[in-house]
T-cell receptor, first 112, second 112 residues
Framework: DQQVKQNSPSLSVQEGRISILNCDYTNSMFDYFLWYKKYPAEGPTFLISISSIKDKNEDGRFTVFLNKSAKHLSLHIVPSQPGDSAVYFCAASRGTASKLTFGTGTRLQVTL | DAGITQSPRHKVTETGTPVTLRCHQT?????MYWYRQDPGHGLRLIHY???????DKGEVSDGYSVSRSKTEDFLLTLESATSSQTSVYFC???????????FGSGTRLTVV
């Protein structure tokens, strides 16, 4: 039972445009959400997080939006750069004192 | 990644043989995790530890065991490797459960 889903396995975006990566979850007890970025042959690295008391969190070019009623979150990257090409995983937990459940990942390719 | 090392980085082994993967940290973090990454499944939790000699099962623990005799080391053992255990294995650490994991660079295991 996949509690965290990323329905788009891949996404291609032109450099300078906006990249939008989506994530859905089924467990209404999740209240802390994170995005990780992974390059080939490396481990995932933390990108940005959001708690359920917020609906938006911004860090430079990266913004995460949370829609609790729809159990949906999205990661916006503006503007997209070639170095953003990677696999992005969303993750969720029940509070910060709980294990992370990861989604299946979306491979983003930013083209010139 | 700084503070966390996985060994070996690559391993090929035969079906039925025992295999041990090692995760070593220098951050003195309490929590340690083993995940496997497979296409279409994302990152799935195998086992985790919340302290020395304190471990628990994740969602895909069958066929795996772990040990943590020191804060800095978390070992993952495949007692009798099977082809379905061919995967990339990641170790992660965190100071608090669920909050901001730091991942190792991974071990690519092939069972032939």
């Amino acid at each position: 039972d996949q509690q965290v889903k990323q329905n788009s396995p891949s996404l291609s975006v032109q450099e300078g445009r906006i990249s939008i990566l989506n994530c859905d979850y089924t467990n209404s007890m999740f209240d802390y959400f994170l995005w990780y970025k992974k390059y080939p042959a490396e481990g995932p690295t933390f990108l940005i997080s959001i708690s359920s008391i917020k609906d938006k969190n911004e860090d430079g070019r990266f913004t995460v939006f949370l829609n609790k009623s729809a159990k949906h979150l999205s990661l916006h990257i503006v503007p997209s750069q070639p170095g953003d090409s990677a696999v992005y995983f969303c993750a969720a937990s029940r509070g910060t004192a709980s294990k992370l459940t990861f989604g299946t990942g979306t491979r983003l390719q930013v083209t010139l | 990644d700084a503070g966390i090392t996985q060994s070996p980085r690559h391993k090929v082994t035969e079906t039925g043989t025992p295999v041990t993967l090692r995760c070593h940290q220098t951050e003195n973090h309490r929590y340690m995790y083993w995940y496997r990454q497979d296409p279409g499944h994302g990152l799935r939790l195998i086992h985790y530890s919340y302290g020395v000699k304190d471990t628990d099962k994740g969602e895909v623990s069958d066929g795996y065991s772990v040990s943590r005799s020191k804060t800095e080391d978390f070992l993952l053992t495949l007692e009798s490797a099977t082809s379905s255990q061919t995967s990339v294995y990641f170790c992660a650490i965190s100071a608090r459960s669920g909050y901001g994991y730091t991942f190792g660079s991974g071990t690519r295991l092939t069972v032939v």
